[in-house]
């Protein structure tokens, strides 16, 4: 199952995959032109791996999302929700940012829409 | 504060909007004629529900990174206008100030003076005691400046180097020479301390008044020349300009 990874563009975060770890990360800041052309091949990449893995870590460290990002932030969430109603291992690292004071209560909100694990982390500079 | 907690109040509870209000009362009374389709309609209302929530709280969200950015955006126009080393204005965010000042004065007739300051000897103070002797000295300068009794609407800012400015708006010379007299006796006196030894810096001073006419640039350079008049004449001085 190849992933292929992102590279960060100004307006688009870095996706990677690491199958040694089954760990997902999206890093960087979030305003694609159109954000559901951008996710798309992620989140079905996402439903299959979610078929075929065990479990499945999503690491991530976005400090800005425009709303379409958001919405598809939660189409993943979503996803990995319903996969974790199946057994799989579905997990969550939201990384937020240590100077920001809204950046804490934000992945909070995050963390209200899903029932698996979901653990809050400081960004590490 | 109060606008945060009224957003998180809105996301834990989302709005009862008429329709699914509707909705609800659908399920009621399909569950009481026993509707073969009230599973059907509760999955749908709690669906429903669930965007309804949902779409809430990506607005609520995108509030949040909106002020995020704004809070950025601030944050930014602070930098571009301050210098880093002292945290006063730049020269370019001076010049703005006093572009604006001059405006004024001249629409409503008003007298505004300036100032320009050199500190003496400053290259001095960096070869002997090194750069960070010199930033505190700066630095030390500028608080000096800033606890010599200016009014809310003076400014100041680093021109470059060590030469600094300040405007008086609505100050003639003659009160603008009193200020900066009062600065060049505070600075005299005012001990800088840096890795554990002390030592003193001085300031020659120039002051100009705005003259019907006059450019921004004519009345600095007219308080510059002022100034290396008081550099010429031994320094440590204040001369207001011919």
């Given at each position: 199952m190849e992933f292929i990874t992102l590279e960060p563009t100004s307006a688009t975060p870095s996706i990677s995959y690491n199958p040694a770890t089954q760990t997902l990360y999206i890093i960087g800041e979030s305003y694609p032109e159109n954000s559901f052309d951008f996710y798309a091949p992620v989140i079905s990449w996402l439903r299959t791996a979610l078929t075929e893995l065990p479990g499945l870590t999503l690491d991530i460290a976005?400090?800005?999302m425009n709303s379409s990002s958001t919405k598809c932030a939660f189409d993943i969430m979503d996803t990995m929700e319903e996969a974790y109603g199946r057994g799989v291992k579905s997990a969550i690292i939201w990384r937020?940012?240590?100077?920001n004071p809204r950046s804490y209560e934000m992945a909070e909100d995050f963390r209200e829409e899903v029932t698996f694990p979901f653990v809050i982390e400081a960004i590490e500079e | 504060m109060t606008e945060e907690l009224r957003h998180t109040e809105r996301i834990s509870e989302p709005r009862e909007d008429e329709e699914l209000k509707e909705m609800r009362d659908l399920v009621e009374r399909a569950a009481n004629t026993a509707n073969p389709l009230t599973p059907d309609i509760e999955r749908l209302v709690k669906n429903?529900?669930?965007l309804l929530r949902r779409f809430n709280k990506i607005v609520s969200l995108s509030d949040s990174y909106q002020s995020q950015l704004r809070d950025f955006n601030l944050r930014l126009e602070l930098m571009a206008h301050t210098d880093?080393?002292?945290g006063i204005n730049n020269r370019g965010y001076f010049m703005e100030l006093l572009g604006m000042e001059m405006e004024r004065a001249k629409r409503y007739g008003r007298p505004f003076s300036v100032l320009v300051l050199d500190l003496d000897h400053?290259?001095?103070v960096n070869d002997t005691r090194g750069h960070a002797a010199g930033d505190e000295a700066l630095?030390?300068?500028c608080q000096v400046i800033k606890g010599s009794g200016l009014r809310n609407s003076d400014f100041i800012g680093r021109l470059g180097g060590e030469e600094f400015a300040v405007a008086f708006p609505e100050t003639d010379c003659n009160g603008a020479m009193g200020a900066a007299?009062?600065?060049r006796m505070n600075l005299e006196k005012s001990e800088i301390l840096h890795n554990g030894s002390a030592f003193f810096i001085t300031a020659s001073i120039g002051v100009s008044e705005y003259r019907v006419g006059d450019t921004l640039e004519m009345v600095l350079n007219r308080a510059d020349q002022a100034m290396y008049q008081a550099k010429a004449s031994g320094r440590n001085r204040v001369c207001l300009s011919e």
């Open positions: 976005v400090t800005y937020y940012d240590r100077e | 429903h529900t669930k880093p080393l002292t400053f290259k001095s630095r030390s300068l007299e009062k600065v």
